[in-house]
């Protein structure tokens, strides 16, 4: 009985999109705010295009938004054999997880885990068990800190470079957005979006991808990120921007004022995830935390001048 109500809930949760979602609002004492995910989330443009998004909106709230993705990571704490030439295992969000939200100490979190997560591999119950033990982990853990967490379904893989691996995603997502009926959790759906705007683009151009690898999206994908969650958040007028500088349009400095989070944001993740560590080779050494954010505030006095 539970799995006929599970596939129910899949095929029900596959047929809404973003804007279907119930709004979250974000509560009046977030101050602090915490991306958690993979590659993905590191690269940062969908988290930088809701940074800049929400700074023209409430630039009376001063968010900080604090990006600690890590490429490779995991939350199933799987890796596939060879995984970088055999150069490194991937990294297990658990290895880490408490020193981010012991340091960071967040008030809310987004959560991006899934496109790593069945190690490309077809489907198998084992490896879906893994994944769904670790993101009942991290929400305990996260809830256990004192913040809310927010998951987000997994970003697309792209089927012309595997069917059976976004079929794994297609089925993580629905998984995930299931949750909202059975255990009440905050879920953003992005991958439905991503993967009805892909099909969509397709219709027109059949050439067209968001990533060239089936895994790390452009900017078009970053942005189509970006919005769900957007209007995960309540923020209907985003749902016909095709990019970001359209969304920031409505301010004169709206363009000044991306590109200057966007050069905030790079400093501070690599500070953070050197500051909070982590066991993947490769990765830029940051700045100290203290050297970081003094580079921050300067950058925060040229954005709060743009605002007035």
Do not use: C
Not at 87 to 102: I, Q
Not at 171 to 189: M, P
């Amino acid at each position: 009985m539970k799995r006929f109500i599970f596939f129910l809930l899949i095929l029900l949760g596959s047929q809404f999109n973003a804007s279907s979602q119930t709004a979250y609002t974000i509560p009046a004492n977030v101050k602090k705010i915490l991306f958690l995910g993979n590659s993905i989330t590191y690269a940062g443009q969908y988290v930088t295009d809701i940074e800049a998004y929400l700074t023209i909106r409430y630039p009376e709230r001063h968010f900080e938004i604090i990006n600690v993705g890590l490429p490779s990571e995991t939350v199933s704490g799987l890796s596939e054999d060879g995984h970088a030439d055999g150069k490194f295992p991937r990294p297990d969000l658990h290895e880490r997880l408490a020193r981010v939200l012991a340091q960071t100490k967040p008030d809310l979190v987004f959560a991006s885990y899934g496109m790593n997560d069945g190690i490309y591999l077809p489907f198998d119950d084992s490896r879906f068990q893994k994944f769904k033990e670790g993101i009942n982990w991290l929400h305990e853990q996260v809830v256990k800190s004192g913040a809310t967490i927010i998951h987000l379904t997994p970003p697309i893989f792209d089927e012309r470079k595997g069917k059976a691996y976004a079929n794994v995603l297609d089925i993580y997502s629905d998984w995930l957005i299931s949750l909202r009926y059975t255990a009440n959790w905050n879920v953003a759906d992005i991958h439905w979006p991503m993967k009805k705007y892909l099909e969509d683009k397709r219709l027109i151009d059949t050439a067209y991808a968001f990533a060239q690898d089936g895994v790390h999206p452009n900017e078009t994908g970053h942005w189509i990120m970006a919005k769900g969650l957007l209007l995960f958040l309540g923020e209907a007028s985003v749902a016909n921007a095709e990019n970001i500088k359209i969304a920031m349009s409505s301010h004169p400095n709206g363009e000044q004022i991306l590109k200057l989070i966007g050069q905030r944001q790079a400093i501070m993740k690599d500070a953070w995830l050197t500051a909070t560590g982590h066991k993947r080779p490769g990765m830029k050494t940051g700045l100290p935390l203290n050297e970081a954010q003094k580079k921050a505030d300067e950058i925060e006095s040229q954005i709060r001048n743009l605002l007035k």
